[in-house]
T-cell receptor
Framework: KNEVEQSPQNLTAQEGEFITINCSYSVGISALHWLQQHPGGGIVSLFMLSSGKKKHGRLIATINIQEKHSSLHITASHPRDSAVYICAVIGGQGGSEKLVFGKGTKLTVNP | DAGVIQSPRHEVTEMGQEVTLRCKPISGHNSLFWYRQTMMRGLELLIYFNNNVPIDDSGMPEDRFSAKMPNASFSTLKIQPSEPRDSAVYFC?????????????????FGDGTRLSIL
């Protein structure tokens, strides 16, 4: 079983819809990252959080440490949001500081 | 400000050849990370350095892989000899880590990656 599970694997939405991507992890962590990878391949770090909620523009990330779950929300989605969104946790089995990644969620927003 | 700079952007070489990937982190960052991305396994951390010292290399697949960071502004990832299964996109990232390890309040900045194809 992967330490980090994302859902859904693929997501298609219409422009303007509210998007939610989920990430569950099975190990104790010190922090969680949300990354965005565009079709061209570049990777951008969107958020790093260890508790509560963070907001940047139309993006909101939340984390519930007790439930070992995080969500990434996109409000008023736009075709330019089309990308792969990757969840990564810091602090896996054995107390390692290694980053462990989910498989990613491919989001397509149609105009 | 220049971001993380990786070279080459693309590399195609024959099996058995030595491959060297290069990374220049963002000035002032004290941690550097090498990642590999494949369709089958997704993104994986290979090794990371803090203040030029390798902290965790448990992700390095085998002895054919080696990484060095001779100074704060340069790192290399070498594969010798290369094999077709090493074909992947290799990313370098850097960040300012306030304590040892990737536990950080600062985001990681990624380079554009090196797309490596071993024939």
């Amino acid at each position: 079983k992967n330490e980090v599970e994302q859902s859904p694997q693929n997501l298609t939405a219409q422009e303007g819809e509210f998007i939610t991507i989920n990430c569950s992890y099975s190990v104790g962590i010190s922090a969680l990252h949300w990354l965005q990878q565009h079709p061209g391949g570049g990777i951008v770090s969107l958020f790093m959080l260890s508790s509560g909620k963070k907001k940047h523009g139309r993006l909101i990330a939340t984390i519930n440490i007790q439930e070992k779950h995080s969500s990434l929300h996109i409000t008023a989605s736009h075709p330019r949001d089309s990308a792969v969104y990757i969840c990564a946790v810091i602090g896996g089995q054995g107390g390692s500081e290694k980053l462990v990644f989910g498989k990613g969620t491919k989001l397509t927003v149609n105009p | 400000d220049a971001g993380v700079i990786q070279s080459p952007r693309h590399e195609v070489t024959e099996m058995g050849q030595e491959v060297t990937l290069r990374c220049k982190p963002i000035s002032g960052h004290n941690s550097l990370f090498w990642y590999r991305q494949t369709m089958m396994r997704g993104l994986e951390l290979l090794i990371y350095f803090n203040n030029n010292v390798p902290i965790d290399d448990s992700g390095m697949p085998e002895d054919r892989f080696s990484a060095k960071m001779p100074n704060a502004s340069f790192s290399t990832l070498k594969i010798q000899p290369s094999e077709p299964r090493d074909s992947a996109v290799y990313f370098c990232a850097s960040s300012l880590v306030l304590t040892g390890g990737p536990k950080s309040n600062q985001p990681q900045h990624f380079g554009d990656g090196t797309r490596l194809s071993i024939l």
